[in-house]
């Protein structure tokens, strides 16, 4: 059993994913986070960075971007643009499962 455990171990351990949101500015500064400081404050900044660039592109194009949402398995990502900067909201299926059986029970 050893050897077949062998092959399927990751050299990385798996990133847990957080809910919550944070703050940047225009130059993709984080203000202010309710992220806990677990979760990598590297990815947060590429986040963000991502994010103002695609502000910022959509407003050179004359393109009118005011909400961006990404969704992936695991991570759904909501952005709002906010004079430049942008609040920026993590959720995960669990917590958007979590949300709509409470929204049920009232």
Not at 12 to 20: I, M, S, V
Not at 43 to 70: C, H, K, N, W, Y
Request: aromatic share 10%; hydrophobic share 40%; charged share 15%.
């Amino acid at each position: 059993m050893g050897f077949i455990t062998s092959w399927f171990r990751s050299s990385k351990p798996l990133l847990q994913l957080y809910t919550g949101s944070f703050s940047i500015d225009r130059t993709g500064r984080i203000l202010a986070t309710t992220i806990p400081s677990a979760f990598p404050n590297g990815l947060l900044t590429s986040i963000g960075d991502a994010v103002v660039r695609a502000f910022t592109e959509a407003q050179e194009a004359r393109l009118p971007l005011s909400e961006l949402v990404i969704h992936f398995p695991g991570l759904k990502i909501t952005a709002r643009e906010m004079r430049g900067g942008a609040i920026i909201f993590l959720t995960t299926p669990q917590s958007q499962t979590s949300y709509k059986r409470r929204q049920s029970l009232l």
